[in-house]
Nanobody, 121 residues
Framework: QVQLVESGGGLVQPGGSLRLSCAAS????????MGWYRQAPGKERELVAA???????NYADSVKGRFTIFRDNAKNTVYLQMNSLKPEDTAVYYC???????????????WGQGTQVTVSS
């Protein structure tokens, strides 16, 4: 069974840093794009950052220059390095990945369970 397991969330003061990790486990043929989304209370889920299998990246304007997404294809893991955190970054962060399973001709989207990030003094 394929799973995305996130880690690294927590409480941090404004200006601080956190690194989120998301590891895909199970029988996987290949992974296309991977990304991080977030959802704050009362708001819709939004894309934070995404990275293709070739390493091309895309960021929300609100995090450009502060967050960095990168991946380790050998470990099927994507990371989100978050620096200069602000209270408005507080949200549940979700990992997403487009996976191709053995024997399949198309990719399927999988989600992690979410990890809470709280930025507060």
């Amino acid at each position: 069974q394929v799973q995305l397991v996130e880690s690294g969330g927590g409480l941090v003061q404004p200006g601080g840093s956190l690194r989120l990790s998301c590891a895909a486990s199970g029988t996987i043929f290949s992974i296309n794009a991977m990304g991080w989304y977030r959802q704050a209370p009362g708001k819709e889920r939004e894309l934070v950052a995404a990275i293709t299998s070739g390493g091309s990246t895309n960021y929300a304007d609100s995090v450009k220059g502060r967050f960095t997404i990168f991946r380790d294809n050998a470990k099927n893991t994507v990371y989100l390095q978050m620096n200069s955190l602000k209270p408005e970054d507080t949200a549940v962060y979700y990992c997403n990945a487009d996976l191709i399973l053995p024997g399949s001709y198309y990719s399927q989207s999988y989600w992690g369970q979410g990890t809470q990030v709280t930025v507060s003094s």
